[in-house]
């Protein structure tokens, strides 16, 4: 069995405890006097908690990683004659099984739930949209490792050259959007792909050896320009996530802000390699990223699902500090904050009880592949 690599594990499990205490963080669950809970935000009421996304928002590490891993495993598929198109359906249904089972579980749950009045409808109805908002990410993660192969094809002919290309789409359809010339909402979508991208194909070269650091450097010092003129010259909205009611995002469609920060964390992240790699040698530590590397899908999954769960509790309780009230000043920051561990081991029972959905994948999936190496 191929040994794990514990600074790649190490990065993926920082960038999913990233999004996960993000998202428990800037997500607010509010009672209402109907008996229900109403979905808020603390970014909206306070504006000094925008810069915390600066450090929250980690998923252009998991896209690095998810280049540089998927780079490693089709060349090792290649070498063990399996075709491109089967090892794209193989990595396909190992992002899609646990996202599929969640999505039936709930739609199987949640109304019998609701019937039997242990939830009522307005609760039920913002768990599924918390459940769903972030699956635009699985489904953007799913494009791009679908195009693995050509992107591969990409670094061979264009090497690091590829990885700006991408940033520069992206600000290009930013002067599109934020430009003299009105053009249609929609059209600021073009950047998605590219934005995202920017991260993944790096993830590629840094699979091929161009990465270096000096490369690192250039990025950390390169994204740290574009973010400080991003933000203080041109007026882009300081929170790298949406904020409710606000009229421009940074991620909703990605803004040029978004590779920017994918490339301070890239860049940062590889300087401070051999720190973190000392780091994983704890044995507590390495534990503890094992078991999370091994469950990322269904904690990626559930943790909105622990929140939802955790805040309909506290609501038949009363209304708690950090849940069930409006996200209004710090005190909901430092009473939301305090709540992690109890958050933290509802999602780990909800993960035990999921799984297996997840592991072991299933040596024969759809197609011809049979292999289950990653």
Known sequence: MRQRDRYIDGLRALAILGVVGGHW?????????????????????????????????????????????????????????????????????????????ASAILAVALPPLHLLGVIGAGTAWNTVVLFVQPLWFMAVYAVITALTPYLLRLDRRAGLRAVLAFAAAVAAVDLLRFGPVDV????????????????????????????????????????????????SVLDYPVSVVSVPGAARSNSNPPSLLVPALAAIQAGAALLLRDRIERILRRPRVWAAVTVLNLSAMSVFCWHHVALAGVSEVARRLGTLPGLGDAPVDAGWV?????????????????????????????????????????
Request: proline content about 7%; overall charge positive; charged content about 15%.
């Open 334 to 374: 430092a009473a939301r904050l305090a709540w992690y561990p109890v958050l933290a081991l509802v999602l780990a029972g909800l993960v035990a009880l999921v799984r297996r959905y997840e592991h072991p994948v299933p040596a024969t999936v759809p197609g011809p592949a049979a292999t289950t190496h990653a």
């Open 25 to 101: 963080l800037v997500g607010a669950l509010v009672a209402t006097p109907a008996g229900d809970l109403r979905i808020d935000s603390p970014l909206r009421h306070l504006e000094w908690l925008q810069p915390a996304t600066w450090f929250l928002q980690m998923l252009g590490l998991f896209f690095l990683v998810g280049g540089y891993t998927s780079a490693r495993g089709l060349l090792r598929a290649r070498e063990r004659g399996e075709t491109d198109p089967e090892w794209v359906r193989r990595r396909l249904w190992r992002i899609g099984r646990p996202v599929a089972a």
């Open 184 to 231: 249609p909402a929609a059209a600021g979508y073009l950047s998605v792909l590219p934005a995202w991208c920017f991260a993944y194909q790096l993830g590629i070269s840094w699979s091929s050896g161009r990465v270096d650091r000096r490369v690192a450097a250039g990025l950390l010092a390169g994204g740290l320009a574009a973010f400080v003129v991003l933000i």
